[in-house]
């Protein structure tokens, strides 16, 4: 949907093809990765998956509770397999 309504914006001769990134969760599989990185869809160009630290920034409270969590081994590692990018939201989450 979000796709449909960046095109649907866009003048009727742009030559502009949104690149779509998917968000990362402590629920995301190697299954989801390895499905996404194949994803072949005439108007969606997914470019990889969006890290944001869970409550970082608004819309952020399923973001993952920990990157380097033994949990997320597996999906990471699927990651990097499918070489489907890993784009990082910086942001302290807490106090120094």
Do not use: C, W
């Not at 003048?11 to 998917?22: H, Y």
């Not at 402590?26 to 160009?45: L, N, R």
């Not at 969006?50 to 952020?60: E, H, L, R, V």
Request: negative net charge; without cysteine.
């Amino acid at each position: 949907e979000y796709n449909s309504r960046i095109r649907s914006a866009l003048p009727a001769n742009a030559n502009f093809q949104p690149r779509m990134g998917l968000y990362l969760t402590d629920a995301t599989t190697p299954d989801d990765v390895a499905e996404a990185a194949s994803y072949d869809g005439d108007d969606v160009v997914l470019h990889g998956y969006k890290y944001y630290p869970a409550g970082a920034t608004t819309n952020s409270d399923a973001g993952v509770q920990n990157l380097l969590a033994p949990e997320n081994a597996s999906t990471l590692r699927a990651l990097e397999d499918a070489n489907f990018p890993l784009m990082l939201h910086g942001e302290v989450t807490h106090g120094e």
